[in-house]
């Protein structure tokens, strides 16, 4: 019987005229030998190899099966992924690529604009104007995307977050028409516009991303899949910086190319998200569209029971029953949310103010100070960049197992250490040779516990502090300090500018609203004061002094 099974045997041991649960050969478990029907072609008395023509069969190894148990969550992963994956290639991707990659053609931009200028007016730009065009260009990227931020909220409220997320591509597609063809056509305005263009879309797409991405995970993995956005922010700028590189596209010829290459992180999304679904949060919260909803809910979870979270949904629905989304300024004088507002108010500002962009705009100083080649400090540079990507992966993993403030604190302390360390090896490295050293080692010290949890934790905050009425207007508050800190530390040129602003608005004020007090007496003064604070109250100030005594009084 060796090496021949007859069918007659297969189809007495398969009665059910299923597969079996176990492969050729394996005695199973104890259940399944038990259903398991005595072979009918071999005596009882037959030898063990030879007791049940399944075992004499050929020893033949099945391919591995996915079960109908195993296959919904294979598809929520896929799902899942798939739409982090779709959302934040367009997002915050786009975001740390226009950031870096701004870096590589600084000379050959500032010559382009210095030769436009020439063949108009036949003469030279003067060094400081060509730095001032060159300090537009780079600071009108963070004004941008302040007007993205603003923009950011009404849009996921009237169109969907997946819909904002595809109309944003709009400001990609012209900013990239704008950078290629501004060579050609002899015009650095060309640049500037573009750059403001593509930071609009940053600034919608850093705050719609995490809402999108938060809102259609369930909360098992919310931090986890909510962190990609710091993953692809890193990401991004990791890609510019390689791009930016003289070999690949930082030549003096490349660089119109180099800036218009946002638009293939833009055409991706646009092929990829419109198959992906839409929040299940907005759906049904927002649009009370309970079929949609329930019909996004089974793409992402693979087709599981939703019924447990559509109850929560419903739960959740019914809280924000006979309310609006609310604007910025309603959130803030919303007094039940004071503490989530100075939560990401506070907690954004030291995201930003942290010294990490100050880290990162030191860090080639300090690279050929310490000794390293000139040709070779990009490469050390790419390497700043390595540093955030690999610990955002790592928060992206331990996240929901530590926590959102065992992160943060741990992100922050270490930067405090590091930063002490730092500071004392710059003020010791002209006396010390090893300092310079000690110095670069703090520098990717710090930008590793930067990207442990400031830079990804921050922006998750708008998400979970916030229910789905609120989320809009706080990403908007969220989103105008992220950009306007930006925006401030883009005028380093231009750094009495914030002074400006200053002394007009102290002029404003004394102008209108300081009391005139030459050749006037207290109580004059006084009496003014009093017309300004109360303007309908025609009596002046009563007296406040001793009671005046008749019999005394002259």
């Known amino acids: 019987m060796s090496g021949f099974q007859p069918q007659s045997c297969r189809k007495d041991v398969m009665e059910d005229g299923l597969e079996p649960p176990f492969g050729p050969g394996t005695q199973g478990t104890r259940a399944q030998r038990a259903r398991r029907p005595p072979p009918r072609c071999a005596p009882a008395h037959a030898s063990p190899a030879l007791s049940s023509c399944e075992y004499a069969a050929p020893r033949a190894t099945a391919p591995a099966r996915v079960t109908r148990r195993e296959f919904p969550a294979l598809i929520q992963g896929r799902v899942l992924l798939l739409t982090a994956c779709a959302a934040g290639i367009g997002g915050t991707f786009q975001f740390g690529y226009n950031l870096s990659i701004i870096n590589a053609p600084t000379l050959h931009i500032q010559e382009f604009t210095n030769a436009t200028w020439l063949a108009r007016t036949g003469r030279t730009l003067p ?107 890193a990401l991004g700028i990791v890609m510019g910086q390689v791009v930016g590189l003289r070999e690949i596209l930082g030549g003096p010829q490349a660089w119109p190319l180099l800036l218009s290459s946002c638009l293939v992180p833009g055409v991706l ?32 979870r693979g087709g599981t029971d939703v019924a447990r979270e559509l109850e929560e949904l419903e739960k959740e629905r019914a809280a924000c029953e006979g309310r609006r989304s609310c604007s910025p300024w309603e959130l803030l004088r919303d007094r039940s949310l004071w503490r989530q507002v100075v939560s990401l108010v506070v907690l954004g500002i030291a995201m930003e103010l942290c010294g990490n962009d100050t880290v990162y705009a030191y860090a080639s100083k300090l690279f050929q100070e310490a000794g390293i080649p000139e040709e070779k400090i990009q490469y050390a540079v790419i390497g700043t960049g ?81 229910d789905q009425m609120a989320r809009p207007a706080a990403y908007v508050i969220c989103g105008v300090l992220l950009w306007s800190m930006l925006f401030l530390e883009g005028l380093s040129h231009l750094l009495y500018v914030p002074f400006l602003c200053v002394c007009v608005c102290a002029a404003i004020y004394a102008g209108f609203f300081l009391p005139e007090t030459k050749g006037k007496t207290f109580l004059e003064i006084s009496e003014e004061l009093h017309r300004l604070n109360f303007p309908g109250d025609i009596q002046g100030p009563k007296w406040r002094g001793p009671e005046i005594i008749r019999s005394t009084e002259l």
């Open 386 to 466: 390595c540093c955030e990507l690999l610990t955002s992966f790592v928060s992206c993993v331990v996240i929901e197992r530590v926590g959102r403030r065992v992160l943060l604190m741990g992100g922050y302390g270490l930067m405090t250490c590091f930063g002490s360390i730092l500071t004392v090896a710059l003020s010791l490295q002209s006396t010390l040779s090893w300092m310079p050293y000690l110095a670069v080692s703090c520098i990717f010290a710090v930008i590793l516990s930067f990207g442990i949890g400031p830079a990804g934790v921050t922006g998750i905050l708008a998400t979970e502090l916030f």
């Open 127 to 233: 060094g400081h104007l060509i730095l001032l065009v060159w300090s537009l260009i780079v600071s009108v990227y963070p004004l941008g995307g302040l007007f993205g931020a603003l923009l950011a909220g009404p849009l996921a409220i009237k169109l969907g977050r997946k819909k904002s997320l595809l109309v944003n591509n709009i400001f990609v597609l012209a900013a990239a028409v704008l950078f290629g063809f501004s060579h050609k056509a002899g015009s650095f305005e060309m640049i500037l516009v573009g750059r403001l263009l593509v930071g609009i879309s940053s600034g919608v797409s850093m705050n719609v991303q995490p809402m999108y991405l938060g809102e259609s995970t369930p909360k098992e993995l919310r931090g986890a899949i909510a962190m990609s956005s710091a993953v692809f922010t």
């Open 269 to 300: 999304q646009l092929a990829s998200l419109p198959f992906l679904p839409e929040s299940p949060r907005y759906l049904l919260i927002d649009r009370g569209d309970t079929e949609a909803c329930v019909a996004a809910l089974q793409r992402l």
